[in-house]
C-alpha cells in the first residue's frame, strides 16, 4: 500500500474546487457535474481500496504520511500529516461515500439553480477540508479542517446570498464556530507549553506515560469540549445549526447532518486518551450530551418546517453521540455517527425530495397525503423515520441502544438519570418523526394544485431568485409567508438522479446497524471490535460479555418506547387530526415556550450580544475612544495651539522653523535630563 | 558583479533619485507621466529588494548583519552611514518593496492632480521606511524616522478626503512628533554616555550593562524610546491619531501608515539597546496588547464607516504583534514578526478594496452599500479572500501569525499569562464578527442606496493587479510559513528567553544571555567597548541575569 495514496484523498476534492471555481462559470453545467461528482468519487474509491487492504488481519493499524514542516520555530513544529487507523477509516468512508451520494443528488436538485457551479465547488471544498479534518494527525492540522468546513458551511448557507435570512444565517453559524474555536485554540496552548508538540501520538503518548489525572489534563479537555459544542451543536452553542438549514437541503444533509456536525464528536473520541484521564470532563461531556438530546426534542416537536424538525432532530441525535463519548462509550458513539449519517442524510434528501415536490414547499401544515403521490420518497423516507425511531431491525435501533446500554452501566451515581433522559429522549424523537410522517405523507392533502404545466423547478430556492427579485415572483412569497397555501405546480415524483441516492440510503438504513448486534442478540458487535485496536488498545473487548444480562430488558423498553412513540403521533396526526392543535391550546404557555424554541435566541440576545454592542458603542467608542484616546489628543493639540502657527508652518515645509521647533524640543529634553544629574 | 555590498544603498538612493526625477518633470493635465515614473521606480526598486532574498545567507552567524555598508560620514559626533539587514529587516525591505507598486497601481486614477506632489512625497516615504528598515546608526535612523513622519502629514494634509484632512494631518504629526523629539533627546543622552551612535555597539554595551550606571536615568532613556515607538505603532490607548488619519489618507499611503514602522523600531531599537527595560516592562505591554485586540474589534464591530471600521481592525491586529514580541518567546517574536508581513499585506489588500469601492460609490459609509456580490463577483471574492485572512482562518497568512503569537503569549514569564492569552484569543470572536458583517452589508442582501443608484463595474486589469500579488501571497504564506520563518527565526532565538520543558505540567522559564552581536565592530567601536568595561567611561550597573 503506497501511502502517498493518502495525500490524493483530500486533495483530488480540492482540485476539483479550484477547477469549478476559476472554470465553472463558463463551463456547461454537465461540465460542472462531471468535476465535481469525478473528484469525489475518486477519493471515495482510494479509501475503498484502503478499507480492504487494512481490512486484512497483516494490514498494519494505521498508516502514516508526513510532509515538510508547515509552521517550524525553534522548539515547535507542525508538519503537514496524515494518518489512518480504524477510527479514520469509519468516518473517511462515511464522509466519501455519503458526501458522493449527495454529489449525485445535488446534480438532480440544483439542477435549475443559479450559481450551479459555485454550489458544486463549495461542495468540493467542503469535502476537501472535512477530508484534512479526519485524516490529520495533529491538533493544528485537525483545526485547519475545522476552520475550513466552518468557511464551507459559511458560504454554503449563505448561498442564496440575496436573501437577507441567508446571510445571517450563514454569518451567525461562522461566528458561534468561532466562539467554539476559541476555547479550542486556547486548548491547543495549553497543549503546546505542557506537551511541546501538537501531534496526536506524541501527545497521547506522555499522557499515557504518566500517571496525570485531572489538573491541567481537565482543563485541556473542557476547551476542546467547548469546542465541541460549537461544531457538534451542543448546548450552548446549538444555536446555529436550526438557521443553518437557509441553505440548499442538500447541504443541509451532507454538512449539517452527516458529516460536518459530527466532527466534535470525532474529536472527543479521537482525544479518549486524554477525556479518559479526565473524570471530571468526561461527565460534563455526559451531561451536555443528555440535556442536548433532551431539550431540542421538545422543540422539533411542535415545528411546523419539515427541515426544522430534522435540524432539532439532529442537534438531540448528536446529543446521543456526545453522552455515548462522555460515558467513555466511544465506540457507541461512533457507531451512531454512523447510522445517523445514513438514516439522517436520507430524511434530509427525502425531504428536499418533498420540497421539490411541492415547488419549495416546506411547511408541513401545507403538505398531507403526499404517500401516493411521490411513492419512492415516500418509501425511502419511511426507512429513515424507522431507522431514528429505533425500530428494529433497522440501523438507529442498535447504535441508539448500544448508548443507553452503555450509559445505564456507567460508572457514575448520575448514569441512571442519564439512561432515563436518553430513553425519554427516544419517545420523543419517535413522536416528532411519525408526526412528521403522517402530517407529510397521510392525511388529505392541504396544498393546492396548479396543474403540470409550470417548470418544475422554481423551487429550493424559494429564496434566492424569488425573493431577491421584485417582479412576478413576490406574490409566491407572500402567499407562502402567510401559510396559507402551497402552489404545487403538479406534484411530481424526483427524477431518478435523486432517487437513486435515496434509495441507497434507505437501505444503508436498514441494514448499516447489521455490522454492531451485540452479542445480547446473537450478534458478534463487529463494529466494537473494529474500533477496538483504537478505543482499547490494551484491554479485551470480550469481558463485558458479563455484564450483557441486562440488555434484553433495556432493548425491549427502548422498542417499547419507540413503539409508544408511534402511537401517540398515530392518535394525534392520523387517528384525531384535530388533538394536536387542542392540546396545545389547553397548554398553551407550554406550547408557547417550546413554539419560541425557549426564546434561546432571543435570550442570548438580551443577554450577551446587545450588552456587547452597547458596550462596544457607547463606552469603548465613546467613553474611553472619544472620551479618554480622543479626548487627550484634543488636549494635546489644545495645549499646544500657542506652536500652531509653527505647526503651520512646518506643513507648508518649512525646514528652517521645522528644525528650530526639533531643536527646541531636544534642547528642552536634554536639559531636563541633564540638569537633574543622572 | 557582486551587488552585495552596495545593495541597500541602491535600493535606498533609487526611490530618492525617482523622487528627484520627478520633482523635475512638469506636470500636465491629465498625463499619467508621473504615474508611470512613480511605477518604474518603485518596480525597480522592488526588483532590487528581491537581491536581499536570493543572496541572504542562512548560514551566518546569529545576530550578524549582511549586506552591510559603512561609510564614515560626520566625524564629530560620530556618526556612520551604516546599513545592513539581518533576518528579521530583510522581509521588511521586502515588503516595503513589493507595497510600493501596489500602491503606485492604487493611486492611478484616485490621484489626478498635483500628481508631481503625491508621486515626490510618496517616494520620499518609502525612501524613509527603507531607510528605517536598514538604518544601523542611530543618528541616521533617527534622520529616517523624522523623514517619515513628514511626508506623510503632508500627503494627509493636502490629500485627504474631506475637510477634516488639516485637523487628521496635525494630530497624526503632534502624536508622532513630540515623542519623536524626546526620542532625539534620549538618543543624544545615550551618545553622551557611550560615545557612539552604533547600534550593534550599543547593543553590546547593552548586554554588559555597560551603558549607565544609573539605573532610574536608563529607564527614563528607554521610555522614551518605546513610547515614540508605541505612539507610531499605535499601542492601546496611544492611537488617538489612527481613526482620523486612516479616514483621511490616500490608499497608497495609509497601507505603511500604522504598524511595520513602529514594530520593527521596538524590535530592533528598543529590545536591542535596552533588554532588561524591555523583560521588565512586558507584562504591562502584554495587557496593553490584549486589550487593543479586543478593544479595536469591538470599537470595529459598531462602525458604520469602512475606513474606521479599517482603522480599528488595524489596531486590532497590531495589537496582536506587541502582544507576541512582548512574549519574549520564540513562538512570540517569530510570530509577531510573522505577523507584520501578514498584517501588511492583508490591511494593503484591505484599504486597496476600500478604495476601489470609493472609486466606483463615492462613500465608505456601509449602510449605502449592499447587494453587490451580483454585481461584482470578482470584486466579493476578493474581499472573502481578504477578509478571510484578517479572521486568521488556517492556510492563509493570518492563522500562521496569530497562533504563534498567542501561543508564545500563553507561555510568557508574566503573572497570569492564561488571562492575557484568553483576552487576546477573544479576537478570533469579534474579528470574524466584524469582518463577516462588513462582507454581509456590502455585498449581501438587497441593493443599498449607492449600490443601486450607481453602475459600477466589477475589477478592470489593473485592480486585478493590485489584488492578485497580495492574494497569492495570503495563500503561499500560509502554507510555506517556514520560508520566511527560517530567517525570522534567527532573530527570535536569539531575542527570546529560553523556554526549557521539563515534564507535562512543570514549565521553567530561565532568561537567554541577551542578544549580543560580535561581529562586524570595528577595532575603534571595540576599544570603547573594552574601554567601558574596563571602567573607563563608566561602570556597568549590575543586573540580575540569573532566573527571573
Not at chain 1, 285 to 307: C, E, F, N, R, S
Not at chain 1, 532 to 556: C, D, I, K, Q, Y
Not at chain 1, 627 to 653: C, K, N
Not at chain 2, 510 to 523: F, H, M, Q, R
Request: with cysteine; proline share 4%.
Amino acid at each position: 500500500m503506497n501511502t502517498n495514496l493518502l495525500w490524493l484523498i483530500p486533495t483530488l476534492p480540492f482540485a476539483g474546487f479550484l477547477l469549478n471555481g476559476t472554470l465553472g462559470r463558463r463551463l456547461p453545467r454537465a461540465a460542472v457535474t462531471a468535476i465535481a461528482l469525478l473528484f469525489t468519487v475518486l477519493p471515495a474509491l482510494i479509501v475503498a481500496q484502503l478499507w480492504m487492504y487494512m481490512k486484512s488481519a497483516s494490514a498494519p493499524l494505521s498508516l502514516s504520511v508526513a510532509s515538510k514542516p508547515w509552521i517550524a520555530v525553534t522548539g515547535f513544529q507542525v508538519n503537514f500529516a496524515f494518518t489512518v487507523d480504524h477510527l479514520t477509516l469509519i468516518i473517511l468512508a462515511v464522509v466519501t461515500g455519503v458526501g458522493f451520494l449527495i454529489h449525485i443528488y445535488s446534480a438532480g436538485y440544483m439542477a435549475h439553480e443559479e450559481g450551479y457551479w459555485r454550489f458544486f465547488a463549495y461542495l468540493n471544498l467542503f469535502m476537501f477540508f472535512m477530508l484534512v479534518l479526519v485524516l490529520s494527525s495533529s491538533f493544528l492540522l485537525l483545526f485547519v479542517g475545522w476552520e475550513g468546513v466552518g468557511l464551507a458551511s459559511y458560504l454554503l448557507i449563505g448561498f442564496y446570498f440575496k436573501r437577507d435570512s441567508a446571510a445571517n444565517a450563514g454569518k451567525k453559524a461562522f461566528v458561534v464556530n468561532r466562539i467554539g474555536d476559541f476555547g479550542f485554540l486556547l486548548a491547543m496552548f495549553l497543549i503546546i507549553q505542557h506537551f511541546g508538540s501538537l501531534n496526536f501520538t506524541d501527545v497521547f503518548a506522555k499522557i499515557s506515560a504518566t500517571p496525570m489525572t485531572g489538573g491541567f489534563l481537565t482543563a485541556i479537555a473542557l476547551l476542546l469540549v467547548v469546542g465541541a459544542t460549537g461544531k457538534s451543536a451542543q448546548i450552548p452553542l446549538y444555536i446555529w445549526l436550526p438557521d443553518a438549514m437557509e441553505g440548499p437541503t442538500p447541504v443541509s444533509a451532507l454538512i449539517h447532518a452527516a458529516t460536518m456536525v459530527t466532527a466534535g464528536i470525532y474529536m472527543v473520541a479521537r482525544c479518549h486518551t486524554l477525556f479518559d484521564r479526565s473524570p471530571y470532563a468526561l461527565g460534563v461531556v455526559a451531561i451536555i450530551g443528555a440535556a442536548t438530546a433532551l431539550m431540542p426534542a421538545t422543540i422539533g416537536m411542535v415545528q411546523h418546517d419539515i427541515k426544522r424538525v430534522l435540524a432539532y432532530s439532529t442537534v438531540s441525535q448528536l446529543g446521543y453521540m456526545f453522552m455515548a463519548c462522555g460515558v467513555g462509550a466511544y465506540g457507541a458513539g461512533i457507531f451512531h455517527l454512523m447510522t445517523h449519517a445514513f438514516f439522517k442524510a436520507l430524511l434530509f434528501l427525502s425531504a428536499g425530495s418533498v420540497i421539490h415536490a411541492l415547488s419549495g414547499e416546506q411547511d408541513m401544515r401545507v403538505m398531507g397525503g403526499l404517500r401516493k403521490r411521490i411513492p419512492i420518497t415516500f418509501w425511502c423516507m419511511t426507512m429513515g423515520v424507522f431507522a431514528i425511531a429505533g425500530i428494529p431491525p433497522f440501523a438507529g435501533f442498535f447504535s441508539k441502544d448500544e448508548i443507553l446500554y452503555q450509559t445505564y452501566l456507567w460508572d457514575n451515581p448520575l448514569s441512571k438519570l442519564l439512561w432515563a433522559v436518553g430513553l425519554f429522549t427516544a419517545f420523543l424523537t419517535s413522536f416528532y418523526m411519525f408526526r412528521l410522517w403522517f402530517k407529510t405523507f397521510f392525511g388529505a392533502p392541504r396544498f393546492e394544485e396548479h396543474g403540470p404545466t409550470h417548470a418544475p423547478d422554481l423551487h429550493a430556492a424559494h429564496g434566492a431568485a424569488v425573493h431577491a427579485s421584485k417582479s412576478s415572483t413576490l406574490t409566491l412569497e407572500a402567499e407562502h409567508d402567510s401559510g396559507q397555501a402551497a402552489h404545487a405546480h403538479g406534484v411530481h415524483e424526483s427524477p431518478l438522479v435523486m432517487t437513486l441516492p435515496l434509495m441507497i440510503l434507505a437501505v444503508l438504513s436498514i441494514i448499516g446497524g447489521w455490522v454492531g448486534v451485540p452479542l445480547a442478540f446473537g450478534g458478534h458487535n463487529e463494529f466494537e471490535h473494529f474500533l477496538g485496536p483504537v478505543f482499547n488498545p490494551t484491554e479485551h473487548v470480550a469481558e463485558h460479555v458479563v455484564t450483557r444480562s441486562a440488555e434484553p430488558v433495556l432493548a425491549a423498553m427502548s422498542v417499547l418506547t419507540a413503539a409508544l412513540g408511534f402511537f401517540v403521533a398515530y392518535f394525534f396526526y392520523y387517528k384525531k387530526p384535530g388533538t394536536g392543535a387542542a392540546l396545545a391550546k389547553k397548554f398553551a404557555p407550554v406550547y408557547s415556550l417550546l413554539d419560541h424554541k425557549y426564546w434561546v435566541d432571543e435570550i442570548y440576545g438580551l443577554v450577551i450580544v446587545a450588552p456587547l454592542l452597547m458596550v462596544s458603542r457607547f463606552v469603548l467608542g465613546g467613553l474611553v475612544e472619544a472620551g479618554l484616546v480622543q479626548g487627550t489628543g484634543a488636549t494635546l493639540a489644545g495645549t499646544t495651539r500657542g506652536a500652531g502657527s509653527l505647526v503651520r508652518r512646518m506643513q507648508s515645509g518649512n525646514i528652517r522653523s521645522y528644525a528650530g521647533w526639533l531643536a527646541l524640543g531636544a534642547a528642552a529634553v536634554i536639559a531636563v535630563v541633564l540638569f537633574a544629574h543622572y | 558583479m557582486n551587488f552585495d555590498h552596495i545593495i541597500l544603498t541602491i535600493i535606498l538612493l533609487a526611490p530618492l533619485v525617482g523622487a528627484l526625477i520627478l520633482a523635475v518633470i512638469p506636470e500636465r493635465e491629465g498625463a499619467k507621466t508621473h504615474h508611470i515614473g512613480a511605477l518604474v521606480v518603485t518596480l525597480f526598486t522592488f526588483l532590487c529588494t528581491l537581491h536581499l532574498a536570493a543572496h541572504f545567507n542562512y548560514a551566518s552567524a546569529p545576530g550578524t548583519f549582511q549586506f552591510e555598508q559603512t561609510v564614515p560620514w560626520i566625524a564629530s559626533p560620530h556618526i556612520n552611514y551604516h546599513v545592513g539587514v539581518d533576518g528579521l529587516s530583510m522581509w521588511l525591505v521586502i515588503l516595503a518593496g513589493i507595497l510600493a507598486p501596489i500602491g503606485v497601481l492604487a493611486s492611478w486614477n484616485a490621484i489626478k492632480v498635483r500628481t508631481k506632489l503625491f508621486f515626490v512625497l510618496f517616494l520620499l516615504q518609502q525612501v524613509a521606511m527603507l531607510g528605517i528598515f536598514m538604518a544601523l546608526d542611530l543618528f541616521l535612523y533617527y534622520g529616517f524616522w523624522e523623514l517619515s513622519i513628514v511626508p506623510m502629514a503632508l500627503l494627509i494634509a493636502t490629500f485627504g478626503r474631506t475637510e477634516n484632512r488639516r485637523r487628521a494631518a496635525i494630530k497624526f504629526f503632534l502624536y508622532t512628533f513630540i515623542p519623536s523629539a524626546i526620542l532625539l533627546a534620549a538618543m543624544i543622552w545615550l551618545y553622551t554616555k557611550t560615545g557612539t551612535f552604533d547600534l550593534p555597539m550599543l547593543q553590546q554595551l547593552a548586554a554588559s550593562h555597560s551603558i549607565s550606571d544609573s539605573s532610574a536615568a536608563l529607564w527614563l532613556c528607554s521610555l522614551a524610546f518605546l513610547v515614540a515607538f508605541a505612539v507610531k505603532v499605535p499601542v492601546f490607548p496611544l492611537h488617538g491619531w489612527l481613526s482620523d488619519a486612516v479616514q483621511e489618507t490616500p490608499t497608497a499611503a495609509v497601507m505603511v501608515l500604522a504598524g511595520k514602522l513602529g514594530l520593527y523600531s521596538i524590535l530592533r531599537f528598543y529590545f536591542g539597546i535596552f533588554p532588561e527595560q524591555a523583560r521588565h516592562i512586558a507584562p504591562l505591554l502584554i495587557a496593553l496588547g490584549a486589550i487593543g485586540i479586543a478593544y479595536g474589534a469591538l470599537v470595529a464591530l459598531v462602525q458604520t464607516d469602512l475606513k474606521k471600521l479599517a482603522a480599528f481592525s488595524t489596531l486590532s491586529h497590531v495589537s496582536f504583534i506587541v502582544l507576541g514580541i512582548f512574549s519574549f518567546t520564540v513562538a512570540g517574536l517569530d510570530g509577531g514578526v510573522y505577523q507584520i508581513l501578514n498584517e501588511s499585506l492583508i490591511g494593503a489588500a484591505l484599504f486597496v478594496l476600500l478604495g476601489l469601492l470609493y472609486e466606483r460609490y463615492g462613500t465608505y459609509d456601509m449602510r449605502d452599500y449592499g447587494g453587490l456580490a451580483g454585481k461584482h463577483p470578482w470584486m466579493v471574492t476578493m474581499f472573502v479572500v481578504t477578509s478571510l485572512a484578517a479572521v486568521g482562518l488556517p492556510m492563509l497568512s493570518g492563522f500562521v501569525g496569530e497562533f504563534l503569537i498567542l501561543s508564545g503569549s500563553l507561555q510568557a514569564y508574566i503573572p497570569h499569562p492564561m488571562v492575557w492569552t484568553a483576552i487576546g484569543t477573544t479576537g478570533v470572536i469579534f474579528s470574524a464578527a466584524y469582518m463577516l458583517s462588513m462582507i454581509q452589508k456590502l455585498f449581501y442582501g438587497d441593493l443599498g442606496l449607492r449600490s443601486e443608484e450607481v453602475v459600477g463595474w466589477d475589477l478592470k486589469p489593473r485592480e486585478h493587479l493590485e489584488l492578485w500579488p497580495l492574494a497569492v501571497l495570503f495563500l503561499v504564506m500560509g502554507v510555506f510559513s517556514p520560508f520566511w520563518m527560517k530567517s525570522i527565526d534567527m532573530y527570535g532565538t536569539l531575542t527570546a528567553d529560553k523556554l526549557i520543558h521539563f515534564e507535562p505540567g512543570s514549565i521553567k522559564h530561565i532568561e537567554t544571555e541577551t542578544y549580543t552581536p560580535t561581529a562586524n565592530l570595528t577595532s575603534q567601536q571595540l576599544d570603547v567597548v573594552s574601554d567601558l568595561q574596563s571602567g573607563k567611561i563608566a561602570p556597568a550597573s549590575v543586573a540580575s541575569k540569573e532566573v527571573r
